[in-house]
Nanobody, 122 residues
């Protein structure tokens, strides 16, 4: 099983930017689809973005489309989520996830990180 550690969260003003990183260990992520999810207080965890195993296909929730960009560096075993034009409603704990195989929308992820807090002030 792959272990995931997120970093890069923090406090930012509305309109600002952050880049989250997800470092994988235990296995190379070359054959893994990678995803980002988030959970705001009192809400269920929701899908944010995903990227296929070769980086050719990317997927975004409508709420972040055009503002967030997912990418991966298989040589570094790391996935990124670049977030621009952040809004207070983006405040949440952001989780990285991995699942072997190419990404299919809605598929479950089996490996999860511990999460990193993103807080956007108005």
């Amino acid at each position: 099983q792959v272990q995931l550690v997120e970093s890069g969260g923090g406090l930012v003003q509305a309109g600002g930017s952050l880049r989250l990183s997800c470092a994988a260990s235990g296995r190379t992520i070359t054959s893994y689809s990678m995803g980002w999810f988030r959970q705001a207080p009192g809400k269920e965890r929701e899908f944010v973005s995903a990227i296929g195993w070769n980086g050719g296909n990317t997927y975004y929730a409508d709420s972040v489309k055009g503002r967030f960009t997912i990418s991966r560096d298989n040589a570094k075993n790391t996935v990124y989520l670049q977030m621009y034009t952040l809004k207070p409603e983006d405040t949440a704990v952001y989780y990285c996830a991995a699942e072997w195989g190419d990404y299919v929308p809605g598929m479950p992820f089996g490996s999860w990180g511990q999460g990193t807090q993103v807080t956007v002030s108005s």
